[in-house]
């Protein structure tokens, strides 16, 4: 209920990312890449991806944290309880800010997990593609 969510925004916001940046890359190294039609080749660095990876970590974690507001307040529910009655229940507490409780710490901890594995994922691709 939160994973897919999460990484349906994540991944596609770090591919684009990546994508924008090689783009923007490819027009600053001269128009004889744009007049041949194709781009360097090159893939963004291991550093490169991290930043993006941390950007769409950030994202990701502030756009689902009502999700994990939800799941949480589901685990620790005492007896078995249906979403919807547990969404009432947030929203009649404290309202629509309820839904935000922890953001905070939840984007900066992503954050940090995004550019860790996304920087070293596309590290090591570039390394095994003989890049660095």
Do not use: C, H
């Not at 929203?91 to 939840?106: H, L, S, V, Y």
């Amino acid at each position: 209920m939160r994973e897919v969510p999460f990484t349906v925004i994540q991944f596609p916001l770090w591919e684009g990312m990546k994508r924008w940046w090689r783009e923007r890359r490819d027009e600053s190294e001269g128009m004889a890449t744009k007049r041949a039609g194709k781009g360097s080749g090159r893939d963004v660095t291991g550093v490169e991806s991290a930043v993006f990876g941390s950007a769409s970590g950030a994202v990701a974690a502030l756009a689902t944290t009502p999700l994990d507001v939800l799941k949480t307040r589901m685990m620790l529910a005492k007896e078995r309880e249906s979403v919807g009655k547990v969404v009432g229940d947030i929203w009649k507490e404290d309202g629509m800010k309820t839904f935000f409780r922890g953001w905070q710490p939840r984007v900066m901890w992503i954050s940090i997990g995004g550019a860790v594995f996304l920087g070293s994922y596309q590290w090591a691709i570039n390394m095994l593609g003989g890049e660095s």
